[in-house]
Antibody, heavy 120, light 112 residues
């Protein structure tokens, strides 16, 4: 079965960077994009960007451009999301999600989430 | 402020039907047939309920249905059950260059 297993919780100081990993299994890793979505405590979902493992291209939400980098290691079926210059407002659960497209595109499998806490 | 507008909360009694609206613009909901809905229980990851406006993934109950008219999409849950109490989010692709995917702010469903 399709599974996305993410790395554990992190605590970072303001100004630092965090790198979250997402190991995929149960499907051909290069056949689907991976998106990243975050959710602050008690808040809604916020799309951060996507990466296509086949053509190694990315698309980032303008809000995160310059601070986020999404990469992949296709040899081990793992995606990474690195966010730099962290501030308290970046405290959130970060999800990796598989994107599937038919007539339209949608997020069909979600990782369990990785809590990132930014605190001095 | 979210790009798509959902009611903050809705409620219903077991066995009733409820509808959650999701209003966007001609640049997102109205432009694409790429509206999806997600259910999220507290402390859990979201789960896909509806994709491509009205299609259900395998394993999702037929009590969940989706539709769209112009710039507004809707999720209907019929035969409400206690386990339907959760947060529901709509999502759409957008023509905006600043953002590829937009979400609604979420709707809290309470089963009375």
């Amino acid at each position: 079965q399709v599974q996305l297993v993410q790395s554990g919780a992190e605590v970072k100081k303001p100004g630092a960077s965090v790198k979250v990993s997402c190991q995929a299994s149960g499907y051909s890793f290069t056949s689907y994009d991976i998106s990243w979505v975050r959710q602050a405590t008690g808040q809604g979902l916020e799309w951060m960007g996507w990466m296509n493992p086949n053509i190694v291209s990315t698309g980032y939400a303008q809000k995160f451009q310059g601070r986020v980098t999404m990469t992949m290691d296709t040899s081990i079926g793992t995606a990474y999301m690195e966010l730099s210059s962290l501030r308290s407002e970046d405290t959130a659960v970060y999800y990796c999600v598989r994107r599937r497209c038919s007539r339209g595109c949608y997020l069909d499998y979600w990782g369990q989430g990785s809590l990132v806490t930014v605190s001095s | 402020q979210s790009a798509l507008t959902q009611p903050a909360s809705v409620s219903g009694s077991p066995g009733q039907s409820i509808t959650i609206s999701c209003t966007g613009t001609s640049s997102d909901v109205g432009f694409y047939n790429s509206v999806s809905w997600y259910q999220q229980h507290p402390g859990k990851a979201p789960k896909l309920l509806i994709f491509d406006v009205g299609d259900r993934p395998s394993g999702i109950s037929s009590r969940f249905s989706g539709s769209k008219s112009a710039n507004t999409a809707s999720l209907t849950i019929s035969g409400l059950q206690p386990e339907d109490e959760a947060n529901y989010y709509c999502s759409s692709y957008t023509t905006s260059n600043a953002l590829h995917v937009v979400f609604g702010g979420g709707t809290r469903l309470t089963v009375l």
